[in-house]
């Protein structure tokens, strides 16, 4: 009786269709387990639910918050990094600025406006050539070495106010230039 009870029970789980394929041989048992396996897991299985219209705007909110949160914080990594950069150029002023002695004004144009730093004659004739830059610092200027001035360039070229090192000297337009070469200017000339 528990012999046609287990076959009665395995009838049951399949369709007649089955059956008789089975019987026909046209299938063998082990793939009709398989499908009734698969069907079984179709029907209990969790199928996702098609997205209802307020879960796809839900979903279409989230992603424009999280990309708006994505702008905002690449937007205060560039500040940071800005600031950063402006905090390591006023450091390398100040680690590397010489201290102005003399009687000397040296002339320079800061946005349109005439100002002048005092030197000794080392240091003008060192500004001249380019060896040395003036830079913008704290509330006036800083006289800096070559060296200090291309790292200062690398992170807040504005600071630099007096270049004649570099051919886009903010000081001059250097346009004039080989104009004037032609004419000779007296070594004892200082302005």
């Known amino acids: 009786m528990t012999a046609v009870s287990s076959v009665h029970g395995s009838i049951h789980m399949r369709n007649p269709l089955q059956e008789q394929l089975l019987k026909a041989g046209l299938v063998k048992k082990s793939k009709l387990a398989e499908v009734a396996r698969e069907q079984a897991k179709q029907r209990h299985g969790k199928a996702p639910p098609a ?62 406006v005439i100002k002048n730093v005092l030197v000794d004659e080392t240091v003008r004739r060192q500004l001249a050539s380019g060896a040395l830059v003036v830079v913008r610092h704290d509330q006036g200027y800083a006289v800096i070495p070559r060296a200090a001035a291309d790292k200062v360039y690398a992170r807040e070229a504005a600071m630099v106010v007096l270049d004649h090192g570099k051919p886009g000297d903010p000081g001059s337009d250097g346009a004039d230039d080989d104009y004037y070469s032609q004419f000779k200017v007296p070594d004892d000339l200082v302005w």
């Open 51 to 112: 997205p209802s219209a307020e879960q796809a705007e839900a979903e279409r909110v989230r992603q424009e918050k999280a990309e708006r949160d994505r702008a905002l914080a690449a937007e205060r990594n560039a500040q940071a990094r800005l600031h950063e950069q402006r905090a390591q150029a006023r450091q390398i002023v100040e680690q590397n600025k010489l201290k102005l002695v003399g009687e000397i004004a040296y002339g320079f144009t800061d946005e349109g």
